[in-house]
């Protein structure tokens, strides 16, 4: 997890799923309704953003979504000590 002091950007995470599949670039934003993960995406030629890679299942999301935050939260807490020395 890779902490950053940007706006509404706080962090990016890299995950690996059964020691097989790695995906990166997995964004922690603050929003209007507290924190959530934005999956990898590009930006297409009218535009918009799309996934490159994502859950296929609400339960998947979820899973992904609570191990992100998790992370980002204990990197936060480690920092918040580490600064406090």
């Given amino acids: 997890m890779r902490l950053k002091e940007e706006s509404k950007l ?3 995470a890299s995950i690996t799923i059964d020691e ?3 995906v990166h670039d ?3 934003i ?4 507290g924190l959530f993960i934005q ?3 590009k930006k297409t030629a009218d535009g918009q953003h ?14 992904i979504k609570n191990i992100v935050l998790e992370a980002y ?7 918040s ?3 406090a020395q």
């Fill in 39 to 41: 999956m990898p995406n």
């Fill in 10 to 12: 706080k962090g990016i």
């Fill in 50 to 63: 799309k996934d490159i890679a994502h859950p296929i299942n609400t339960e998947t999301r979820e899973t």
């Fill in 81 to 83: 000590n580490s600064d």
């Fill in 73 to 79: 939260n204990k990197a936060l807490a480690e920092k």
């Fill in 30 to 33: 603050e929003g209007r309704d």
């Fill in 26 to 28: 997995i964004k922690v």
């Fill in 20 to 22: 097989c599949f790695v």
